[in-house]
């Protein structure tokens, strides 16, 4: 919430012999809506309640940028608050510049300096007052460090994904061997709130005492009795099998004992499509929900597998209401490298989108590690795969042909296939193309 300042200015705070009356600065700021967050979060104000803050909480907003002006501006650095007086004339808004003007106007003693403030908008006056503060014997300096970021994490991307399932009738799930709080809360919770039907597959006691020691009921849930973490995966399983539960749901058993049930030729959800996994994520300093897919099943996947991959996350994020999802193919490098088999399967994959499977483009790093790292010196233009603009990626350099969109192409004259491309005579045979 701190006033703007150029990183490479010192920090010199004013001392005694230099705090003149009459002395003016200013300091401009933007207010962003994460310092609204945070003040909500210091005053307790719930979720649901952030569009109507209490007046303590725009208090303690303008409060901290009078005090990080009084620290940083003027007086500065060494000073010590000895006493403050504000009136709050409007609340201040997400979005709005805020210019901070300070003014000495009074030394009620040698030490002691009194600096007026206003704090004025584009919408016109936010506060305005006045802070005595005790000023040092000699000026202070601070080394222009760069200043932490406070992130705020709110969960918004899960909160809409969360808010879709209020439109939608509940989803029946068996949940395999939920013994232990977490993985039986989950579940109990999405009960009641109307997102899904459990069917708790396990031992009928051991769930009694879970939900009991940890305040909750089974009342209104369907059990199974199982008493292995195996059988409870192979009674899950079939109740999908048999359509009396639309999804499957990991308890507390271990991940490939539930997957041996998945994959079983026998009673199992084989299908003709790779099993894959996906992570939903909720990076709060990246504008949208980003799913990293496969990162739990597949070790080594092949071309075909990786295809199959990329398939089951479309369709997934198609279900979840992404009209057009975006694909990015990760590697080590952004370009097309015949001793990194990972870009020639990106290459090839980036080929299939081209004659007709879904949007994706490779290989490239993480968007969101290349959004604040990517050097602006070599020219980077928008990432048309991320949708954001603060990812980017490296721009056609002309006839060289490295433009993401092209790794394909430059497999094939890589590996000497060069398409439509006439290929010169041999000196020795013209009718016949040189190899």
Known sequence: MGTRNDPAEQLVGLSRDQAFVGLT???????????????????????????????????????????????????????????????FVSD????????????????????????????????????????????????????????????????RHLERLLARSNDAPPLTAAVAWPCDRDSLLGPIEARAQG?????LV?????????????????VG????EADTPHAAAAAAVRLCREGRAGALMKGSLHTDELMAAVVARDGGLRSTRRISHVFAMDVPSYPKPLFITDAAINIAPDLATKADIIQNAVDMLRALGVAEPKVAILSAVETVNP????????????????????????????????QRHQPRGRGSQEDRVAGSRRCRHPPRPGPRGREHGCQAAQLSRRCGQRGD????????HPDQPRR
């Open 339 to 370: 001793k990194i088999p990972s870009t020639l399967d990106a290459a090839a994959l980036c080929k299939m989108a081209d004659r007709g499977a879904d949007h994706r483009r490779g290989p490239g790093r993480p968007p969101g590690l290349r």
């Open 195 to 199: 997102a899904m039907r459990p069917i």
């Open 92 to 155: 201040p808004t997400p979005g709005d510049r805020i210019t901070i003007t300070g003014t000495v106007i009074s030394r009620p003693s040698e030490d002691t300096a009194t600096v007026a403030l206003m704090l004025d908008s584009q919408r016109g006056r936010l506060a305005e007052g006045a802070v005595t503060v005790r000023l040092p014997a000699d000026p202070v300096t601070l080394r222009p460090e760069a200043r932490p970021d406070i992130i705020m994490h709110r969960h």
């Open 202 to 218: 396990g031992p009928r006691e051991t769930l009694e005492s879970i939900a009991a020691a940890a305040g909750a009921s089974l």
């Open 25 to 87: 600065t200013s300091a401009e700021h933007t207010l962003q809506e994460r310092a609204f967050d945070l003040v909500a979060a210091l005053s307790g104000t719930p979720d649901l309640e952030r569009d109507r803050l209490p007046d303590a909480a725009y208090a303690l907003l303008i409060q901290g940028m009078i005090l990080d002006f009084t620290a940083r501006r003027l007086p500065g650095p060494g000073c010590e608050v000895l006493s403050e007086e504000l009136h």
């Open 221 to 224: 849930c369907e059990v199974v």
């Open 421 to 428: 491309r006439p290929r010169r005579p041999s000196p020795d």
